[in-house]
């Protein structure tokens, strides 16, 4: 290390994050789908789909927008109502009476993407009718659950926040029916030509909102209270040796409640970085939340002769949230200075014109004797 470099202790101003709100933007949608099973077996084995798609319409929920900030969490709300019917109809040639049930159930699973899969629990159906003793016959039936609510809310895995960032829909939204079950039974399948229906029709229809908790992004600058992006500083013509000042500078985040954190994530120098150095790797992942700030110093190593000028280019990144969502940031700061050589005192040069003009008298009177 030269002796006439000049280094200086950072001084820390405000380190760690401070406190943010949040903000929210939803994306909703309705959907209504449904899904249907029939039992044709008169005995009192149901008819069973398992993980039964319901089909319809979807809700189309738009991604989270980066431009907006830096996505910090996610949660579904689901506000629905389910409605189960059965519909059956039974007949027979001939035979003694007897009565005809028909039954449906069905519960639901609403799949999020990254995040946990919202279940709601069976709801049912019934309906009877009677076929009379004798030749011949028929009856029908219907019966309803009525309309079940069917409401929940699931949080987004922070893992799986970078699947909702930016253009396009949410994918990955199913509607399934875990145990679906129709059937169709009668007390007494004694006689012929029996046949029976049991259909059951499952409805769910409602809404689905993807709710975005964000802060807003990081802005970085040189400056408290404006964004100020490049800095520069001449340390001026200087003489060599001499002990020069350190210039301090400060690098912000511009305070507003609901604004991430930055961190500093690399320092890169150029040109003169060794005549004109500075302490800002030092803190490389540094965190500076809203309102708060990092300083800093540049130093001027005047030993040698010459012109000098160093560019440092400081990235900065959004702290927090995921990251397809973060943004990158660049400070630029430029620093110059000269080093001009120690001047000759007057008195020595006052000494070395005499000399010269008593030199020049001197051989002028040896020549003359000469």
């Not at 980066?66 to 007949?91: I, M, Q, Y």
């Amino acid at each position: 290390m030269n002796k006439n470099a000049l280094y200086l202790t950072i001084a820390l101003l405000g380190f760690g994050v401070s406190p943010a709100k949040a903000l929210i933007v939803s994306s909703s949608g309705g959907f209504n789908v449904s899904a249907t099973l029939t039992d044709t077996n008169v005995t009192s084995t149901a008819a069973t789909a398992t993980n039964q798609p319901a089909t319809g319409s979807y809700p189309v929920l738009s991604l989270f927008d980066p431009s907006l900030g830096v996505l910090t969490a996610a949660t579904w709300s689901v506000n629905s109502n389910r409605t189960l019917t059965v519909n059956g109809n039974a007949g027979k040639s001939m035979g003694p009476s007897r009565t005809v049930n028909f039954s449906a159930s069905a519960d639901a699973n609403l799949a999020l993407p990254g995040s946990p899969s919202l279940t709601f629990g069976s709801i049912n159906a019934s309906a009877s009718c009677n076929l009379p003793m004798g030749m011949g016959g028929s009856c029908s039936a219907s019966g309803t659950s009525g309309a079940q609510s069917a409401n929940g809310t699931a949080s987004v895995a922070a893992s799986a926040l970078n699947g909702y960032v930016g253009a396009g829909n949410v994918t990955g939204i199913s509607f399934t029916l875990p145990t679906h079950q129709a059937n169709v039974a009668m007390s007494n399948t004694m006689g012929s030509g029996l046949y029976g229906n049991a259909d059951s029709a499952l409805n769910w229809a409602g809404t689905l909102a993807v709710n975005y908790h964000y802060l807003l992004h990081a802005n970085p600058s040189f400056s408290s209270s404006a964004a100020v992006t490049s800095l520069s500083y001449d340390f001026g013509s200087v003489v060599q040796g001499s002990v020069v000042a350190p210039v301090g500078f400060s690098l912000y985040n511009l305070p507003h409640p609901d604004r991430a954190a930055w961190s500093l994530q690399s320092v890169a120098p150029s040109g003169d970085a060794s005549v004109l150095s500075t302490d800002l790797g030092t803190l490389i992942g540094a965190t500076v939340g809203a309102g708060q700030s990092l300083s800093f110093s540049a130093s001027f190593d005047t030993s040698t002769v010459g012109s000098y000028s160093a560019q440092y280019v400081i990235s900065l990144q959004d702290a927090v949230g995921a990251n397809a969502s973060r943004s990158n940031f660049n400070l630029l700061l430029n620093l110059s200075g000269t080093v001009v050589p120690v001047p000759v005192p007057a008195a020595v040069w006052l000494f070395g014109s005499l000399l010269a003009a008593y030199s020049v008298r001197r051989i002028r009177q040896v020549t003359m004797l000469a």
